[in-house]
């Protein structure tokens, strides 16, 4: 006979309260299919429907609304139970293996690195970089980062940034001898430092104007796959760079490099760490997820 497990017990309590798949995976750090097939098999096995469904809303049945009455106090105690336990356990201890983008790992990890080695001093934190996504699971990785729009539709997402602002740049030297950009048009007659992704073209330039995106394929002899190239190339005036407003900050601060078209500037989709499945999430993985949420809630 099948044994229910805990996790479709906290499912069904989770779109309950929240009356809402896409809440209780939230809250449930799992992926909204995730959610929809556990509640879906339990359903199965009981032979009784827990939920009406439309597009717009969930609400328990009958059936469903006796069922949440008898388990919840059961899975109160047993988490109280475990969460007893978890009060005696010692600090995470070993290695977390992280997969990420040069610049995201720069971006995210740089402020979170220090607090979180300070915090937990038998961690090892190792994180690997290259552009090129891979899967995280096969190559032997605890989680990935990548901007969200970019995360694996079958991962758990945990949100890091709502967005990433751009900027395109040049330097003193590069715009004291060719035309400041002042319409998007004018790009076209400038020589810009491109950036080729891993296994793609060069790609085009995005803006936006009264939230419509708009695209530009830019010209330039220099095409490069690293932003901290792009960058070094923009204050050598070598062209025009768009890239993440993080890696130019500090620049556009002492002068070293000059923001243009500003007006017209598109965020990037937000970052995430990500990981595959919901149980038996590493120590390690689950502390750090805590203080990615933790100074989420700091920045509010």
């Known amino acids: 006979m099948y044994k229910h497990g805990l996790v479709e017990l906290e499912v069904v309590l989770a779109v ?11 809250e449930l750090d ?4 995730g959610v929809s097939n556990a509640l879906r098999g339990l359903e199965a096995r009981l032979g009784e429907r827990l939920f009406h469904r439309t597009t717009r809303s969930v609400a328990l049945t009958d059936a469903g609304r006796r069922f949440v009455e008898q388990i919840r106090p059961a899975v109160a105690n047993i988490n109280a139970a475990m969460a007893s336990l978890q009060e005696h356990k010692p600090v995470p201890t070993g290695t977390l293996r992280i997969n990420s983008s040069l610049g995201a790992a720069l971006m995210v990890f740089q402020p979170l690195v220090r607090q979180f080695l300070s915090r937990y001093p038998g961690m090892t934190l190792e994180i690997a970089t290259q552009e090129k996504r891979v899967d995280i699971v096969a190559d032997g990785f605890d989680a990935g980062l990548r901007l969200s729009s970019d995360v694996p539709g079958d991962m758990i997402r945990v949100a890091i940034t709502d967005s990433v602002p751009i900027a395109v740049v040049a330097s003193p030297d ?3 001898t060719h035309a400041t950009p002042a319409r998007l ?5 400038l020589p810009c430092i491109r ?9 085009p330039w995005e803006f936006s104007e009264n939230d419509r995106p708009i695209i530009v394929e830019v010209q330039g002899s220099l095409i490069l796959d690293a932003p901290l190239m792009m960058l070094e190339a ?3 005036g070598l062209g025009l760079a768009q890239l ?3 890696y130019v900050e500090n620049d556009i601060r002492k002068g070293r490099l000059i923001e243009v078209l500003a007006q017209w500037a598109k965020p990037l989709p937000g970052l995430s760490l990500y990981y595959a499945g919901h149980r038996h999430i590493p ?8 203080l990615i949420h933790e100074q989420r809630r700091a920045d509010l």
Do not use: C, H
């Open 185 to 189: 048009e004018d790009l076209q007659a």
């Open 283 to 290: 120590a390690g993985l689950r502390a750090l997820i805590d």
């Open 195 to 203: 950036a080729r992704y891993p296994g793609g073209m060069a790609a």
């Open 174 to 176: 590069f715009l004291a």
């Open 30 to 33: 799992m992926s909204t299919t």
């Open 16 to 26: 309950a309260d929240k009356q809402s798949f896409r809440a209780a995976a939230v």
């Open 244 to 246: 993440p407003r993080w």
């Open 234 to 236: 923009a204050r050598n």
